[in-house]
């Protein structure tokens, strides 16, 4: 007779403790990696300055980069995702939200930049999981098309290429964007590195 060995479940404080040389999510108990290609951390980092011009011009709340955790799902407490981008509104924030460790508020907006390695049920899942935690505002850039796919709660996804505009509606008021903007990043690459993703 075999026996199966359960995974101990890993929780947020130790997740906290681990060493920062590597991005991991905490989803089910269990330790999800989620590493970034040079493509998709050059996207992310034209699309943080671009959006945290805005925020900082307008005085709309705070931006947030990849490191930043949330533990903001109730179907789920001790699960912890970081999107590569997020946004809390000003209205929102409290002194609460600095304290060490995990941001408990739901953010206004999340940004997932796909890199390669990405399996899209896993990103599904993810814009799943803000959704219902209450995001009102959901962008994942695709490098490798040069797309964005906005999602709302309880509405449809929509698709932008290229050469339509980006816009921050009440999240971001004031924010619109050509989406060819968020790809600058990659006329410099040679072309079989931007292609890549």
Request: net charge negative.
């Amino acid at each position: 007779m075999s026996v199966v060995l359960e995974k101990p479940k890993v929780t947020p404080e130790e997740l906290l403790r681990l060493p920062k040389d590597r991005r991991y999510e905490l989803v089910d108990g269990e330790l999800v990696e989620k590493p970034m290609s040079a493509v998709s951390g050059a996207v992310g980092g034209e699309l943080m300055t671009l959006l945290g011009q805005h925020i900082r011009a307008q005085g709309l709340g705070a931006l947030f980069n990849a490191e930043t955790g949330y533990r903001c799902f109730a179907d789920d407490p001790d699960k912890v995702r970081k999107p590569d981008i997020s946004f809390i509104g000003r209205d929102k924030i409290s002194a609460d939200l600095w304290e060490c460790g995990f941001i408990r508020q739901v953010p206004d907006l999340v940004v997932e930049v796909l890199s390669p390695n990405d399996v899209s049920y896993e990103v599904d899942r993810r814009v799943q999981d803000y959704l219902n935690a209450g995001v009102k505002l959901v962008w994942v850039v695709h490098p490798q098309s040069r797309s964005v796919h906005v999602y709302r709660p309880g509405g449809q996804g929509v698709i932008l290429s290229e050469h339509n505009e980006l816009d921050g509606e009440q999240v971001l008021p004031g924010f619109r964007l050509p989406v060819c903007e968020i790809f600058r990043p990659l006329e410099q690459l040679p072309q079989k590195t931007a292609e890549a993703g």
